[in-house]
Nanobody
């Protein structure tokens, strides 16, 4: 079973930036499209960014132009660069594969954006 460990969250003022990292155990990481998800209190978990095994990315409209996803298969790590953060970006951010059946969720990274 793959284990996922997210890091890089924190408290930032509106307009600031953060870079999240997600380290995955296991060699099958590179064989899967990966995504960053987020869940705000009272909301369902939503997918905000996807990167395929070939490095093609797709960003949700709500964060397009501000967020970017990348991956380093040699390090089994996926990243989320978040710029021009807004208070509505406040959530716990998780990474996982993008598939019908996902791996067990990690603990997530709390991102809090103050106005």
């Amino acid at each position: 079973q793959v284990q996922l460990v997210e890091s890089g969250g924190g408290l930032v003022q509106a307009g600031g930036s953060l870079r999240l990292s997600c380290a995955a155990s296991g060699s099958i990481f590179s064989l899967n499209p990966m995504g960053w998800y987020r869940q705000a209190p009272g909301n369902k978990r939503e997918l905000v960014a996807v990167i395929t095994t070939a490095g093609v990315t797709n960003i949700a409209d709500s964060v397009k132009g501000r967020f970017a996803i990348s991956r380093d298969n040699a390090k089994n790590t996926v990243y989320l660069q978040m710029n021009s953060l807004k208070p509505e970006d406040t959530a716990v951010y998780y990474c996982n594969k993008v598939a019908a059946t996902v791996w067990s969720w990690g603990q997530g990274a709390q991102v809090t954006v103050s106005s």
